[in-house]
């Protein structure tokens, strides 16, 4: 290999080598697991040394806020037996889309006491489908006549 | 009605496949005649294509909800203009907006270069025709957006019902920015389809000169710029409409439109080196292709629902078709490509590391990394959910960690690379060019140390915008006093004629210039600080070096929407600087009653005060909630946005030439002139 070759070759891998460190650490400091209430229950111990990123819906009536913390109780979409009571202490207040039933994405860990503490959250309105599905069934009967 | 656009369609499919068989069968039986016909059938779909997506924006005015689509996805409240943007509003309409500008993209070129490149049209033609061929089957068969209503599940009625009304458009889409982000995105998606087009027909007529590039330098230009706007026209949109105080936040759907854009900058900058050099000639179709396969996969992403995001549709079984298209494109581009190899041959050598083609090549080497960055953040709970069984993800953190030094270095290739010579820059070269600019970036580093600033990423950007600006400037000053001198035109005249005779280099400059603005504007970032607070009438808040008084509360209603909104003095030093309105309102058939913040933000080229109203705190609606940010140097964002919009159209228009008399030459002149040129 030609000296000139080289010295791209090393310049290139210099370069890459020291941004895949950058993304490890950016990797190891944001990294979390997504999962759903069921999952985060069935993984027992090991829940409560991981962020996680939980996904669940909330469930209506729950919602109590104290302050700024917002207290609220999420059940799995498909076990809504399997419930998890979240405990918001986020900075940011939360977004407009959560309410009831909203699928919420609440990020942080899980405490010994099984409240899930979070630092952030966002939330979705139930998917379009469901939604459809709920308000054809009513629009139609009220067009039948 | 519908049956006319569902026609239209069905029409288009058979006429696409009739316009691929058609030039292929042409080229093989060197018939002109089945060439030319291929190339009207390609035409003509654009005509059905159109006809469909009339068919559908005809369906939304009239509101006619027999019709799921237009059901879901409007309702009668809605002004017109809006009315129109729901065609782009849910899944089957964008991906009819996609198929229909793919068409228009291969009406313009088939009839652009009816004349030309006789051996390589017949199969631009085709790979485009192909590739609408997959988009008109999903309109057909998978994600049809001329579905009727079918009767409710659980009645006993058959056929057909017509709701009342429609569950309307997503109120955050209610916004005239939202009329116009997607369709820039789009056209940007579906302009990359171009260059692969060309691409991919001189793999297969072997005609691997420089030809393709020139052909498709300005429809990728055009495409990348289109991108580019479209990308930070939807980070407008979020920071006017969404109410976190910012404008990107590393979703799956921005990445998805980051990454073919990436592919493209680096397409832009390498093509040079191998008109310049007749070197990376295949690194540069292995661009081209990615590009494509990113804007495809890009669309996939947003379409199908395989990422978590705010953006994403509902789970869809477009996905997999999707899936099953790019794996396709990938292996036949690819065999293609290695099937040619040997005409492939770089006609040059590298350089030295301190040269022009090097900066290039560090650039494209950078660009890849980012790209591949954030494919790999934004695909990882997929990747690992399949590989381990755990979804894990990463945020910002990770994005940054990686693609804000990435992004630093760039800024310095931009300032360093078009002053490197080819080949080899000469120590006393280096030396004349850079002084100043090191000086002058040196200075600032200096002043934004006493003044502070301890951010270092930020530091370094506005150091390195500091480097960047003053080289390009100096260019610009250098060559007009040149210009001045040699013509007698004043100073200013020779700006712009210089611009204007050059446009590829000076145009590029400006662009360059703009990215220079948009990093000045990102180190805002971290100076940005923010508070909730609530208040009632009479109270004030402070923050910074502004006071905020609650002056009142009042209700506002418009054609599809009730709500309240607050009146805000906003005073600096003493003195009030601004009245703002921050408000929530309530869509019509939303469905639920759900209600959505109107910011107020008050914008100088200093910082944004931007205040967010989360609600009354109190029944008698006299106290709220308020989230303030101070966000500054958000305005050069999208100054800088613009002056790259700028840069970008005058390194499109052809260059200016020297007199009048020659203007018969033009053609050729050009040719001459763009394969020369420095930039």
Request: aromatic share 12%; with cysteine; charged share 15%.
């Amino acid at each position: 290999m030609k000296p000139k070759q080289l010295k791209f070759l090393v310049g290139s891998v210099l370069i890459v080598l020291v941004l895949i460190y950058l993304g490890y650490a950016g990797f190891k400091s944001s990294m979390s697991y997504n999962q759903t209430v069921s999952e985060m229950l069935a993984s027992k111990d090991a829940a409560f040394n991981r962020h996680i990123e939980l996904e669940g819906d909330v469930v209506p009536g729950t919602i109590k806020r104290d302050g700024k913390i917002v207290i609220f109780d999420v059940n799995d979409k498909k076990d809504k037996q399997k419930i998890v009571t979240i405990r918001y202490e986020g900075k940011d207040p939360l977004p407009d889309t959560f309410r009831d039933n909203a699928t919420a994405m609440a990020k942080g860990k899980l405490e010994r006491s099984g409240v899930f503490v979070a630092t952030s959250m966002t939330a979705k309105c139930a998917s379009k489908y469901e939604k459809e599905k709920a308000a054809g069934v009513v629009v139609d009967k009220a067009d039948l006549n | 009605m519908g049956q006319v656009g569902q026609f239209a369609l069905a029409l288009a499919f058979v006429v696409t496949i009739y316009s691929i068989a058609s030039s292929l069968l042409g080229i093989r039986l060197r018939n002109d005649k089945l060439i030319a016909s291929g190339r009207n059938a390609a035409v003509c779909v654009f005509a059905l294509i159109t006809t469909a997506i009339g068919t559908l924006a005809y369906l939304f005015l009239t509101s006619d909800f027999a019709y799921s689509y237009i059901a879901e996805h409007s309702n009668r409240d809605l002004p017109n203009y809006f009315k129109i943007s729901s065609i782009w509003g849910g899944q089957e309409g964008s991906l009819l907006f996609w198929g229909w500008l793919l068409t228009i993209y291969t009406a313009l070129v088939v009839i652009q270069n009816r004349k030309k490149h006789t051996a390589m049209m017949p199969y631009v033609t085709s790979v485009l025709m192909g590739t609408s061929l997959f988009f008109t089957s999903m309109h057909l068969f998978v994600a049809n957006p001329f579905k009727l209503n079918a009767a409710a599940v659980g009645t006993q009625v058959m056929g057909v019902f017509s709701p009342a009304d429609g569950q309307g458009l997503n109120p955050l889409l209610q916004d005239p920015m939202m009329v116009i982000h997607p369709p820039m995105l789009y056209l940007g998606f579906v302009g990359l389809v171009v260059p692969f087009a060309f691409a991919m027909a001189a793999l297969i007529t072997r005609q691997l000169g420089d030809t393709w590039i020139r052909t498709t330098r300005r429809w990728t230009m055009a495409a990348w710029g289109i991108l580019g706007t479209g990308i930070l026209l939807g980070g407008f949109w979020a920071y006017h409409t969404l109410g976190w105080g910012g404008y990107w936040a590393w979703d799956p759907v921005e990445n998805a439109s980051l990454m073919p854009w990436l592919i493209g900058t680096a397409f832009l900058h390498s093509v040079m080196v191998q008109e310049k050099k007749g070197m990376l000639k295949v690194w540069n179709i292995v661009l081209v292709i990615m590009a494509y396969i990113m804007a495809v996969f890009g669309t996939f992403l947003t379409r199908s629902g395989v990422v978590n995001s705010v953006h994403a549709f509902a789970k869809s079984p477009i996905g997999g078709y999707f899936l099953a298209f790019i794996v396709m494109a990938l292996s036949a581009s690819f065999y293609l490509l290695i099937d040619r190899l040997p005409y492939l041959k770089n006609e040059d050598q590298m350089g030295s590391v301190v040269s022009r083609e090097s900066s290039f090549l560090f650039n494209n080497l950078i660009l890849l990394v980012a790209c591949f960055s954030v494919l790999l953040g934004t695909m990882l709970p997929s990747l690992s959910d399949w590989i381990t069984g755990n979804k894990i993800t990463v945020s910002k953190p990770f994005f940054d960690a990686v693609d804000v030094p990435i992004a630093i270095f760039l800024l310095f290739l931009t300032g360093v690379g078009p002053l490197l010579a080819w080949r080899k820059a000469s120590t006393n070269s280096l030396k004349r060019n850079f002084m100043i600019p090191i000086a002058v970036a040196c200075a600032t580093g200096g002043v934004l140390l006493i003044m502070g600033v301890r951010h270092f990423y930020a530091w370094s950007a506005l150091v390195m915008s500091a480097f960047v600006g003053t080289s390009i400037i100096r260019e610009f000053y250098k060559g007009a006093r040149a210009r001045a001198t040699g013509t007698g035109e004043n100073f200013f005249e020779s700006v712009v004629n210089l611009t204007l005779r050059n446009t590829r280099r000076y145009g590029g400059y400006i662009a360059h210039f703009g990215f220079v603005l948009l990093f000045i504007g990102w180190s805002g970032q971290a100076f940005t600080s923010d508070s909730e607070f609530e208040a009632g009438i009479g109270d004030t808040f402070q923050i910074h070096n502004f006071t905020l008084r609650v002056d009142g509360f009042e209700p506002v209603s418009g054609q599809n929407y009730t709500g309240d909104r607050v009146v805000v003095g906003l005073y600096k030093g003493g003195a009030k600087v601004a009245n703002m309105f921050p408000g929530r309102r309530n869509y019509k058939g939303t469905g639920e009653q759900q209600a959505t913040s109107e910011i107020a933000i008050r914008e100088t080229l200093l910082e944004d005060v931007y205040l967010v109203f989360q609600g009354g705190v109190d029944d008698a609606g006299k106290r709220g909630a308020f989230h303030v940010y101070i966000n500054p140097l958000v305005a050069w964002v999208w100054i800088g946005g613009v002056v790259l919009g700028l840069g970008t159209i005058i390194a499109l228009l052809p260059n200016k030439k020297a007199a009048p008399s020659r203007r018969k030459k033009e053609h050729g002149a050009e040719a001459i002139q763009e394969g020369t040129t420095v930039a």
